[in-house]
């Protein structure tokens, strides 16, 4: 039973930083693309249909709903920061928690984190080819037919093949290389911005400060209840964190990406809100029009269909955006759970040529696609933000707990606060999976339990740490 509860030494999970079978990551991103990734991995269509769902509960008070959400979040990234920055390695929560809580706790985050990352990149990828009809049918007026574009099962769906197609696309540029990625989630976020911006330029053409009044007619439940629903449009700031081993300077550059991500995705939150409340009153946001909500609004505003042709292609290139950035976030944590002997071994080898784990790559992107093209996610979707959460939990504990057992590491960032900071961070945690459906927790139960089967079958035996000590 102590085998099970056992860590790896801090200073072994940083010096194996970079080293898989057959080859080595190469360090190519700096503070810039770390950024960006993170970024690119938060902003993606929550944005763009959250606010139909959201500003009912809360009517113009969901600007501060978003803050509340934001400062939320926030204690569990200045966990994650400090984390990043002391143990930058691509495991990112997974190998705090071996570092700090144990192996069989170190398990459970990289489990949840399979949940986090594989399943919601294929439910996002389900909904690709939703958001391509919308921008082809603004622009061009016809459709791609729903056999190809919704899962067996749903409104005439055969295979999801649009889904299937954007998870390709995604796996063909990170077969390219860390640099490359990195390269083209740039460019995507680049211009995911830069249509939010111009979403809310046009909003504001059409503003009205009447829309503000009253400002809170729900109250504080009504902003408390659209806080909890806002908060996930926040999941992803730790995206950066996974890049830890092809990081230039991960030491000083994660923990910055990190918190610089949260800001300016918070930023262009309250901006896009308070633009589109103003635009029009709360009381005509319909949550069952949450897809074309953003759209609906410029195109109210100009009395033009052009401006929503524009936002349309916006959602489409947020969705590309994700996937790419989040496929490769679960490749690196795949590749330092394979180093640690925990899943087979082929996820950590590395092409020499390419430097990057090509057959791992390849692997994930099979998985992606069949759950995304075949299977309709439903209430496993889900389960993913509990999984994340619970991840969050464990870095805001882990920061605690490497503080007293190992005060002499180098911390280019510490979690202000502390340990407040990490402490009100478990507790958000806690309180808003305590606010989560009944069904998420049974398939989130589910999940584990299958977790801890794969464990002691193949992960407890292969530990390349028990191994060692048995040695």
């Not at 944005?47 to 803050?67: D, T």
């Amino acid at each position: 039973m102590r085998q099970l509860w056992r860590t790896k030494p801090t200073d072994e999970i940083v010096g194996e930083a970079g080293h898989g079978e057959g080859g080595e990551l190469r360090r190519t991103m700096g503070l810039w693309q770390l950024t960006l990734f993170s970024v690119g991995a938060t902003l993606g269509t929550g944005i763009f249909v959250i606010l139909g769902q959201a500003v009912p509960k809360a009517g113009p008070a969901v600007i501060l709903a978003f803050v509340m959400a934001a400062i939320t979040a926030l204690f569990s990234a200045l966990s994650y920061a400090e984390l990043a920055g002391t143990i930058p390695v691509s495991g990112s929560s997974y190998s705090y928690a071996y570092a700090t809580l144990g192996e069989i706790v170190a398990w459970v985050c990289g489990w949840c984190l399979m949940l986090e990352y594989a399943v919601s990149v294929a439910a996002v990828a389900v909904g690709w080819g939703q958001y391509l009809n919308a921008f082809l049918q603004d622009l061009f007026g016809w459709q791609l037919p729903a056999a190809i574009t919704h899962s067996p099962g749903e409104s005439g769906g055969v295979v999801n093949v649009t889904a299937i197609l954007i998870v390709l696309l995604a796996t063909w540029v990170l077969l390219g290389g860390a640099s490359e990625s990195a390269a083209a989630n740039v460019v995507f976020v680049l211009i995911k911005v830069a249509v939010l911006l111009f979403f809310c330029v046009v909003a504001f053409t059409a503003f009205q400060a009447q829309n503000f009044t009253p400002f809170a007619p729900l109250g504080i439940a009504g902003i408390t209840a659209a806080a909890s629903q806002v908060f996930f449009s926040y999941i992803g700031f730790d995206a950066a964190s996974t890049a830890g081993e092809e990081a230039k300077n991960p030491r000083r550059d994660l923990p910055l990406a990190i918190v610089l991500s949260l800001v300016i995705v918070t930023v262009v939150y309250v901006l896009v809100a308070t633009a589109a409340v103003g635009a029009m009153p709360w009381t005509e946001f319909n949550p069952e029009t949450t897809e074309a909500g953003l759209a609906l609004i410029v195109n109210l505003a100009t009395g033009a269909t052009w401006p929503g042709v524009i936002v349309s292609f916006g959602a489409v290139i947020a969705i590309a955006s994700v996937v790419l950035t989040v496929m490769y976030g679960q490749t690196r944590i795949l590749f330092a759970m394979s180093r640690d002997g925990l899943i087979p071994r082929v996820f950590q080898k590395v092409n020499p040529r390419r430097q990057v784990p090509v057959a791992n790559t390849l692997i994930v992107a099979s998985f992606v696609s069949v759950l995304a093209g075949l299977i309709p996610l439903g209430q496993l979707a889900e389960a993913t933000s509990i999984g994340t959460l619970f991840a969050f939990a464990i870095v805001n504990v882990g920061v605690i707990v490497l503080r007293r057992t190992r005060p002499d590491l180098p911390r280019d960032f510490k979690t202000p606060f502390f340990p407040l900071t990490p402490v009100l961070g478990v507790i958000m945690c806690v309180v808003v999976m305590a606010g989560l459906a009944g069904v998420t927790w049974v398939a989130f139960l589910l999940w584990l339990a299958v977790g801890f089967g794969c464990y002691f079958l193949y992960g407890y035996r292969h530990s390349r740490l028990r191994t060692e000590m048995q040695s």
